[in-house]
């Protein structure tokens, strides 16, 4: 993990490394209406990995 990652500051990149497509990140933005930070983003990668579940729609 980078140094950018590790202080909380995410971006397109680090929902790209999660997994997370670009519409799926400007999603997650919308839903908590600010940008995630590093831990909610992975959480958001987990809960929507096909290995683990399939996309469940949240609302917003």
């Given at each position: 993990?980078?140094?950018?990652a590790e202080a909380g500051v995410v971006t397109?990149?680090?929902?790209?490394?999660?997994?997370?497509?670009p519409e799926e990140f400007e999603k997650i933005?919308?839903?908590?209406?600010?940008?995630?930070?590093?831990?909610?983003?992975?959480?958001?990668?987990?809960?929507?990995?096909?290995?683990?579940?399939?996309?469940?729609?949240?609302?917003?």
């Open positions: 993990m980078n140094n950018t397109l990149e680090t929902a790209r490394k999660l997994g997370l497509l933005r919308q839903i908590l209406g600010r940008t995630p930070n590093f831990t909610e983003l992975s959480i958001f990668s987990v809960m929507w990995s096909e290995h683990c579940s399939y996309k469940i729609p949240l609302p917003g």
